[in-house]
C-alpha cells in the first residue's frame, strides 16, 4: 500500500463513522415534495421527529438538499416547542450536510450550538460526538493542532459509553494527524489504547489501519523492533478483513526496514510474498513496482544480472498497461544499474530517456533527482565538469519541488565532484569556493529530520574532506555519520561508515587504527552474512564486503603481518561454495509446496518446448522468423522466473533455516593440510595491485605484485581472442608470467603446484604461462582450488567408492557442429577401464541424473553452451529422448548426490566458466559438481578443438590409469597434446580443480 493512501485512510472511516453515509452526490431539490411532506404526521413534535427521521433517511440516500430542509423544518419545530434537546440533535444533524459539503465553519457553528445542551445536560456520549465532529472541521481547514485537541477530548468521552465505534475512528482520525505533525511519540502513547475497541466490535479494518499506522511512527521514531512487530500484526488484521491489496502495501514496506536492518532474507520473503498477491489480483500495475523493487534489492548486492533481469521483466509488463510514470522510473533504474556496472554510454542514454518522460510528466523532483544521478555517473568516469553541470541543473528543480532533501543531497554530491576536480587541479566555476560549499550543506542538514539522509550527507562531506586532505575534518564527519547509522540500525550504513573512516586513518598514517576500522566493518558484514541462507544472497553479501577486505589485506601486507593478510583473503572468496561444501549431506525425498512444485514443474515442462522448437529452427526451414525471434526474447524471460521460483522453493524449505556458515580456516589450518610435494600459490587480486601467498606445509611467503585488477584483465582477454594459433607461444604469457610467476620463482620447490586464483584469473590457464623457453606447466603439475578453505572438503574420504567409470557422448546437438571425435574419445577412455561407453543418442538427461551417482568417475563428451545471463542454465547437452530435451543444466547438477564421485571430466567447451561475483563465486557446471560431491572436476575455459580434446582425454586416462594422480596426469596429457598440437589454445584449455590425487584401485 502506498504510504500516503495509509495517511487519507483515518479521516475517510472517521468520516463514514460521523456521517453514516455514502461519498456525496450532489442534488437539485431545494423544498420538500407533497409526497414527503405528507409522511410527517400531525401535531408539532410529532411533525419535528418525523422531518428529522426523514432528513437523516434522504441524507442517507445522499439527497443533501431534501435533507438539508427537513432537518431546518424540524429545527424550527423543535425552538417552536421551546425543545432545546430536539433543536440540539436538529443542529447536530443538520451540521453533517456541511461536513459533506466540506463547509467546514457552517458544520463546526452547528456543532457548537449542539454541544453546549449536551454538555449543560451532561449527555457524555452526545458531546463526545460533537467534539468529533468539530475536530473533524478543523481537520477540513488543515488546522491539525486544534484538530488534535478537539479528537483527544472526544476520546476521553466516549470511552465511558457503549458504542465504541466513534471512539475508534476518532482515535484513527488523531493517529493520522499526529503522524502528519511528527508527533510520533505522542501517537505510540495513544493508540494502543484503543486497539481493543477494534478487536471487541470486529472491526478488522479499522485494527489493521490502526496498527500500520503505528508502525509508521515507530519506524519513524528508529524502533524498527517496534515498527515491524505492528506491521505483523496489521498483516493478519488485513487477512481478516480480506483486503489483499492492504497486505501486499504492509509487505513491501516491511521489506524496506529488514532491508535496512541487513535482513536480506526476510525481505526478499515479503517481496515475494507481496509480488504474489498481486499476482493474484491482476494488479499490473503495483507488481511492476514490486518488480522494480527486487531488481533494486538484487543491484544494491551488486547481482546485477538478477536486477537486469527484473528489471526487464517490469519493463516488459509496463508495455502492458498505461503508466508513463512507471516507465520512466525503470529508464532510471536501468540507467543507474549500468552505471554501476560501468557502462557509461548505455547508463547515459537511459537515463536521458527517463529525463525526456520525467520532462514531459511535469516531475520536477524525478527529473531532478534523474539530473543528479546523470552528474554521479559523469564523476565516476571521470568527466568531473559535465558531472557539476548534471548536478547544478538539477538544484532548481529540487526548489521548485520544494524538495529539501533532495537539494540537500545533490549539494552534497556537488561537494564531491568540486573536491576531485582540486585535487586533480581541474579549473572551477568561477566564485566557487569549496569550503564555504562544504560549510553550506553542513549548515543545510540542520532542514533534515531522517537521520539515515543526514548520515550520508555526512558521510559525502566526510568524503570530500578526504579528497582534499583534510583528514582530521574527515574523520570528524564520518563518525558524526557512524553514529547516525549506528542510532537507526543501519548496519550496511555502519560498516560503510567504518570503512570510510579507515581511508582517512589510513591516509593519516594511523595503520593501526585504520585496520581496527576496516575489522569492524568486515564483522558487521559477516554478521549480517551468517544469517542469510539463499546462496545467491550470500554471494552478494560477499561482494559487498570485498573493499573492506582488499584494503585491509594490502594494508597488513605493508606491515608485515602477511598471515594475517592470507587470513584476510580467505575470508574473502568463494564462500558462497564453502558453505554449500560445509553442508552437504544426503538431501533424501524433500516434498517442497505442492502449488510451487506444479509450478516447477509447468514451468520447466515450457522452457523445454521453447528451447527444443529454437533448436528445430536452426536446422528446419520451415520456422515463421517472427515466431522464432519471439521466443529468442520470451526464452530469457521465462529462464528468470524459473530462477526466481527456485529461490521460492528455498524460502519454503524448513532444511534452509539449519543451513549453517563455517569459518575458513587460518593459515596455520591449511598448511596442515598440504603434503610435502605441494606448493599453494594463493593470488588476491585489487584496484591497485595484487597479493601472492606460497604456502607449503613448513613455510609461507607474501608478496606484492604491480599488477592491478585491469591490467590483468586486458591481458588475459588478449590472448583469450586467440587472434593467431600460428605462434606457438603467446607474448601475453610472457608478460602475465613477469608479472605473476617471476618474483614467486625461488619459493617454489615442489613438483606440484596448486593455484588458487582470484577475479579475472579464475579465466587464467596458468599452464600456459612461460619464460619463453618453457611453460609453467612443463615444470610443475597445476591443479586450482576456489579457496584453500575448500581443501578440507574436497579431500573426504569415499567410504564406499562406486563403479569405476561412466563414459557418456553426444555428438549431435540442434544448431550446433557435429562432434566427429566425441564417440570415439568416450568408447576409448571406456576400455581403459574394461567397460562400454554410452554413445550419441543412447542416456539422456534423466538417465544421466539416475546413473551419476553410482560411479567414481564420469566422463562426458558432448557440447556444453554457457549463458551469461541466465548462468543456472548453462548446461551440457545429453540425447533427446521423448519429453526430456536433452540439455543437463547447472541447477539440476546443483541437486545431484555424488559422494562416491572422486572425478568429473566434462570434456566440452566453457565448463569451467560461469557468472562470477566480486566476492569470487561462481555459478557454472565445474562448482556445481564440486558442490554435488565430487571431489575434482576437470573443465574447459574456452571453445576446445574437438580432435585434439580427443587426443587430450585418451592420453590424460591411460596415465591415470597407471597410477598417477589427477594432476599429474593432466600435465602429462598437456605435454603428449603439445607435441601434435603447439599453440595453447588446444592443450590448456582445460584445468583440474579439487583434490590432484586419485587413487584408481586397479
Not at 188 to 212: D, Q, W
Not at 472 to 493: K, P, T
Request: charged share 25%.
Amino acid at each position: 500500500m502506498k504510504r500516503n493512501a495509509l495517511l487519507q485512510l483515518a479521516p475517510a472511516i472517521l468520516a463514514a463513522a460521523l456521517s453514516c453515509a455514502r461519498p456525496f452526490q450532489a442534488r437539485a431539490n431545494p423544498r420538500l415534495g407533497p409526497e414527503l411532506a405528507a409522511t410527517i404526521g400531525n401535531g408539532q413534535k410529532e411533525k419535528a421527529n418525523g422531518l428529522n427521521k426523514l432528513g437523516m433517511n434522504l441524507f442517507e440516500a445522499d439527497r443533501l438538499d431534501e435533507a438539508f430542509e427537513a432537518f431546518n423544518q424540524a429545527l424550527e419545530l423543535y425552538r417552536q416547542e421551546n425543545d432545546p434537546a430536539g433543536e440540539a440533535n436538529a443542529l447536530s444533524n443538520i451540521s453533517l450536510v456541511h461536513l459533506r459539503r466540506k463547509e467546514w465553519l457552517k458544520g463546526r457553528e452547528c456543532q457548537e450550538q449542539a454541544l453546549r445542551f449536551f454538555q449543560s445536560h451532561g449527555d457524555r456520549a452526545r458531546e463526545g460526538e460533537s467534539l468529533a465532529r468539530i475536530a473533524f472541521t478543523f481537520d477540513g481547514e488543515g488546522n491539525r493542532e486544534a484538530a488534535v485537541t478537539y479528537y483527544r477530548r472526544a476520546i476521553s468521552l466516549l470511552q465511558s459509553g457503549t458504542d465504541h465505534r466513534l471512539e475508534a475512528a476518532a482515535a484513527l482520525a488523531v493517529g493520522n494527524d499526529l503522524l502528519a505533525m511528527g508527533k510520533n511519540q505522542e501517537l505510540v502513547e495513544l493508540l494502543p489504547s484503543v486497539l481493543p475497541v477494534y478487536r471487541n466490535s470486529g472491526n478488522r479494518p479499522g485494527e489493521a489501519a490502526a496498527l500500520e499506522l503505528l508502525g509508521i511512527a515507530s519506524e519513524k521514531l528508529v524502533r524498527d523492533q517496534d515498527a515491524l512487530a505492528y506491521y505483523e500484526q496489521s498483516l493478519s488484521a488485513w487477512a481478516s478483513a480480506g483486503d489483499g491489496s492492504r497486505q501486499a502495501g504492509v509487505l513491501r514496506v516491511m521489506a524496506g526496514i529488514e532491508l535496512r536492518l541487513g535482513n536480506y532474507e526476510k525481505a526478499l520473503r515479503d517481496y515475494n510474498e507481496a509480488i504474489s498477491i498481486w499476482r493474484a489480483l491482476n494488479n499490473k500495475s503495483e507488481e511492476c513496482r514490486l518488480q522494480r523493487s527486487i531488481g533494486d534489492f538484487y543491484t544494491s548486492l551488486g547481482d546485477f544480472r538478477r536486477g537486469l533481469a527484473y528489471y526487464n521483466q517490469a519493463l516488459l509488463l509496463s508495455q502492458s498497461i498505461d503508466d508513463p510514470a512507471g516507465k520512466a522510473a525503470l529508464l532510471y533504474d536501468l540507467g543507474h544499474l549500468h552505471a554501476l556496472q560501468g557502462s557509461d554510454a548505455q547508463a547515459l542514454d537511459f537515463f536521458s530517456q527517463s529525463l525526456t518522460m520525467w520532462h514531459g510528466l511535469g516531475k520536477a523532483d524525478k527529473e531532478a533527482q534523474t539530473l543528479a544521478m546523470m552528474g554521479q555517473e559523469c564523476e565516476w568516469v571521470g568527466n568531473h565538469q559535465r558531472g557539476a553541470d548534471y548536478l547544478n541543473r538539477s538544484l532548481p528543480l529540487w526548489r521548485k519541488a520544494a524538495h529539501v532533501v533532495g537539494e540537500i543531497d545533490a549539494l552534497s554530491r556537488l561537494d564531491m565532484v568540486y573536491a576531485t576536480m582540486i585535487a586533480q587541479h581541474t579549473p572551477l566555476l568561477s566564485g566557487v569556493d569549496i569550503l564555504d560549499q562544504l560549510s553550506n550543506t553542513i549548515r543545510r542538514v540542520a532542514e533534515i529530520n531522517d537521520p539515515q539522509v543526514k548520515a550520508l550527507v555526512f558521510g559525502r562531506v566526510g568524503l570530500a574532506h578526504t579528497i582534499l586532505g583534510n583528514l582530521d575534518m574527515a574523520v570528524e564527519y564520518h563518525r558524526q555519520a557512524l553514529a547516525l547509522f549506528q542510532d537507526s540500525r543501519d548496519r550496511n550504513g555502519t560498516a560503510i561508515a567504518f570503512f570510510n573512516i579507515g581511508l582517512a586513518l589510513e591516509s593519516k598514517g594511523q595503520l593501526r587504527e585504520a585496520l581496527e576500522c576496516y575489522q569492524e566493518s568486515m564483522n558487521i558484514r559477516e554478521k549480517i552474512r551468517s544469517s542469510v541462507h539463499l546462496d545467491d544472497v550470500k554471494s552478494g553479501l560477499s561482494a559487498l564486503s570485498s573493499g573492506d577486505y582488499a584494503h585491509a589485506a594490502t594494508l597488513l601486507i605493508g606491515t608485515g603481518d602477511t598471515a594475517r593478510s592470507f587470513d584476510l583473503t580467505e575470508r574473502a572468496r568463494a564462500r558462497t561454495l564453502l558453505d554449500q561444501l560445509a553442508n552437504f549431506q544426503p538431501k533424501g525425498k524433500r516434498e517442497p509446496r505442492g502449488d510451487l512444485l506444479r509450478e516447477e514443474w509447468s514451468l520447466r515442462a515450457e522452457i523445454e518446448s521453447m528451447e527444443t522448437t529454437l533448436k528445430r529452427s536452426r536446422t528446419e526451414a520451415a520456422f515463421d522468423p517472427a515466431a522464432v525471434r519471439e521466443i529468442q526474447s520470451r526464452l530469457p524471460l521465462k529462464r528468470n522466473e524459473y530462477e526466481d521460483l527456485l529461490t521460492r522453493l528455498k524460502l519454503a524449505d524448513p532444511e534452509y533455516a539449519s543451513f549453517r556458515t563455517v569459518a575458513p580456516l587460518t593459515l596455520h589450518d591449511v598448511q596442515g593440510l598440504i603434503g610435502k610435494d605441494t606448493t599453494l600459490i594463493s593470488y588476491f587480486v585489487t584496484d591497485r595491485m595484487t597479493l601472492a601467498f606460497v604456502i607449503t606445509g613448513d613455510s609461507f611467503r607474501a608478496l606484492a605484485l604491480g599488477a592491478s585488477a585491469a591490467d590483468l584483465k586486458n591481458k588475459i582477454d588478449w590472448f583469450r581472442r586467440f587472434a593467431s594459433k600460428s605462434e606457438s607461444q603467446a607474448g601475453t604469457m610472457k608478460e602475465l608470467y613477469e608479472q605473476l610467476i617471476s618474483p614467486l620463482e625461488q619459493y617454489i620447490k615442489t613438483p606440484r603446484v596448486g593455484v588458487i586464483p582470484h577475479g579475472v584469473l579464475n579465466y587464467l590457464p596458468f599452464a600456459a604461462l612461460t619464460n619463453g623457453s618453457r611453460y609453467l606447466g612443463e615444470r610443475y603439475s597445476i591443479f586450482y582450488l576456489p579457496s584453500a578453505s575448500a581443501l578440507r572438503f574436497l579431500r573426504q574420504s569415499r567410504t564406499q567408492p562406486g563403479n569405476h567409470l561412466l563414459a557418456v557422448a553426444q555428438s549431435r546437438a540442434n544448431g550446433l557442429p557435429f562432434l566427429r571425435h566425441a564417440n570415439e574419445e568416450s568408447a576409448g577412455v571406456a576400455a581403459l577401464f574394461h567397460t562400454k561407453a554410452f554413445g550419441s543418442g543412447e542416456i539422456s538427461r534423466a538417465e544421466f541424473l539416475r546413473m551419476a551417482p553410482r560411479y567414481r568417475i564420469l566422463h562426458i563428451a558432448a557440447h556444453g553452451e554457457l549463458d551469461p545471463a541466465n548462468p543456472l542454465f548453462s548446461r551440457i547437452w545429453l540425447a533427446p529422448k521423448e519429453g526430456d530435451g536433452g540439455a543437463l543444466a547447472v541447477h539440476e547438477v546443483y541437486d545431484l548426490e555424488l559422494p562416491r564421485t572422486d572425478l568429473v571430466v566434462l570434456s566440452a567447451c566453457e565448463t569451467q566458466l560461469g557468472a562470477r561475483s566480486n566476492g569470487d563465486d561462481i555459478v557454472g557446471l565445474n562448482r556445481a559438481f564440486l558442490y554435488a560431491g565430487a571431489s575434482s572436476v576437470i573443465a574447459s575455459l574456452w571453445t576446445v578443438d574437438d580432435q585434439a580434446t580427443a587426443a587430450l582425454m585418451r592420453s590424460f586416462y591411460t596415465h591415470l590409469k597407471r597410477g598417477m594422480g589427477k594432476a599429474e596426469a593432466l600435465q602429462a596429457a598437456q605435454s603428449s597434446t603439445r607435441e601434435k598440437y603447439a599453440h595453447p589454445y588446444y592443450w590448456a584449455g582445460f584445468v583440474l580443480t579439487g583434490d590432484p590425487d586419485l587413487k584408481t584401485n586397479r
